[in-house]
């Protein structure tokens, strides 16, 4: 079992920076492949973007490209996403997941969520 918090989610004005981390408990953490989604109401919950196991490979949502960041520091059981030049369409609540395997069908852990809303 892991189990994932995230931190980090808030109220920011558009073209604001905001730093999400998401802490996981549990099972090796480097054994993971990490992930963020988004999910607004009445809404798919969407891809953002995800990172393999040692860091060294990231994939994001074309929506995001080039304004986040996905990283991970192994040694504190944490994934970050880093969400630069936040558009009022980011907001959403973020959610990262974790599975053993790059590109699932379906993530097998999900944290509860972290609210980010972009409003002027």
């Known amino acids: 079992q892991v189990q994932l918090v995230e931190s980090g989610g808030g109220l920011v004005r558009p073209g604001d920076s905001l730093r999400l981390a998401c802490e996981a408990s549990?099972?090796?953490?480097?054994?993971?492949?990490m992930a963020w989604f988004r999910q607004t109401p009445g809404k798919e919950r969407e891809f953002v973007a995800a990172i393999s196991w040692n860091g060294r490979t990231t994939t994001y949502a074309d929506s995001v490209k080039a304004r986040f960041t996905i990283s991970r520091d192994n040694a504190k059981n944490t994934v970050y996403l880093q969400m630069n030049n936040l558009k009022t369409e980011d907001t959403a609540v973020y959610y990262c997941?974790?599975?053993?395997?790059?590109?699932?069908?379906?993530?097998?852990?999900w944290g509860q969520g972290t609210q980010v809303t972009v409003s002027s």
């Open positions: 997941a974790a599975h053993s395997a790059w590109a699932p069908k379906e993530y097998d852990y």
């Open positions: 549990g099972r090796t953490f480097s054994s993971y492949v």
